[in-house]
């Protein structure tokens, strides 16, 4: 790459997103954390700071059409182009609610931050990615989307339950091939790719990153290697894909 990498993590500000910010500004990328409440996103600047990374910060709730459209102009006037998109940000919110028994608020707010947010981020970012030769889009999604592995006994997800996080990462699997397909059919060098982190120590879901530890969740560390491999390895074209630092994770 001989123009500046410039990077949009969402949900930036704290777990995953943070730990990815860090470690492609200290690769010499240009990182714009995207976080909802601009307070956390200015700490994390200045956290980032300390440690002498330089990063910079818009505000960004992906489930807010305006101020994602707001964070795309903002990024066109400051740089006129993204070379990558991270869409990490991410929740749950029907941890343990049975199929039978789902309630549609979760159901709801599971899909708007894990799915529409994302096409709304993705959509809205797509002409300063379509700005540089080279772009990449990078979905952060879960082994609980993979209608696969909930299939398999032997699979670390085949016991969890959570429907409406599942779905909504699963359909968010689905666009991510369907954008991949479009951007080869237009013959766009733009990638997109879907991994898994695995099961990781941050606050995810309401627990603390003690507690996630104690459960079996391995280091932030970790769970970020996958998409920093992605994130960093500019020869490495492929696109439609889902994988982890084990390699592809079934559909
Ligand atoms: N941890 C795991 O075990 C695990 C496993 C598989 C996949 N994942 C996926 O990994 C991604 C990162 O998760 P994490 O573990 O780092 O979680 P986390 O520590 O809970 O961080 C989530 C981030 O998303 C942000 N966020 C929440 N709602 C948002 C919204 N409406 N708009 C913009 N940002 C929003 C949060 O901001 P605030 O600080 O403002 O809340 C926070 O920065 C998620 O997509 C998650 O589904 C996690």
Same mark, same amino acid.
């Not at 941050?202 to 603390?208: D, I, K, N, P």
């Given at each position: 790459m001989n123009e500046t990498v410039v990077t949009l993590v969402t949900g930036g500000n704290r777990g995953m997103g943070l730990e990815i910010s860090r470690e492609l500004a200290k690769q010499g990328q240009r990182v714009i954390? &995207?976080?909802?409440?601009? /307070?956390?996103g200015q700490a994390a600047v200045e956290l980032l700071a300390d440690e002498g990374l330089s990063v910079e910060t818009v505000q960004l709730d992906v489930t807010d059409p305006a /101020?994602? /459209?707001?964070?795309?102009? *903002?990024i066109k006037q400051r740089y006129g182009y993204l070379s990558l998109l991270i869409n990490n940000a991410g929740a749950v919110f029907d941890f343990g609610q049975t199929a039978s028994n789902l309630q549609f608020k979760a159901l709801h707010d599971d899909f708007e931050i894990n799915y529409f947010g994302l096409i709304d981020v993705t959509?809205?970012?797509l002409p300063l990615l379509k700005a540089t030769a080279v772009a990449k889009i990078?979905?952060?999604s879960s082994m609980m989307g993979s209608k696969t592995a909930a299939l398999d006994p032997q699979s670390v997800v085949y016991q969890a339950v959570a429907v409406g996080y599942q779905s909504a990462k699963a359909a968010a699997n689905m666009y991510t091939v369907q954008l991949a397909k479009e951007m080869q059919r237009e013959q766009l060098n733009i990638t997109v790719?879907?991994?898994d982190p695995g099961m990781v120590a *941050?606050?995810? &879901?309401?627990? *603390?990153p003690e507690?996630?530890?104690?459960? &079996?969740?391995?280091?932030i560390t970790q769970g970020v290697a996958r998409t920093v491999q992605l994130a960093t390895d500019w020869t490495d074209m492929s696109t439609g894909t889902f994988t982890n630092t084990d390699g592809p994770v079934g559909w």
């Open positions: 954390i &995207g976080a909802r409440d601009a /307070s956390k /101020s994602v /459209s707001q964070a795309a102009a *903002t959509q809205k970012m990078i979905n952060v790719n879907a991994i *941050t606050e995810f &879901g309401g627990a *603390t507690q996630a530890r104690q459960m &079996g969740a391995k280091p």
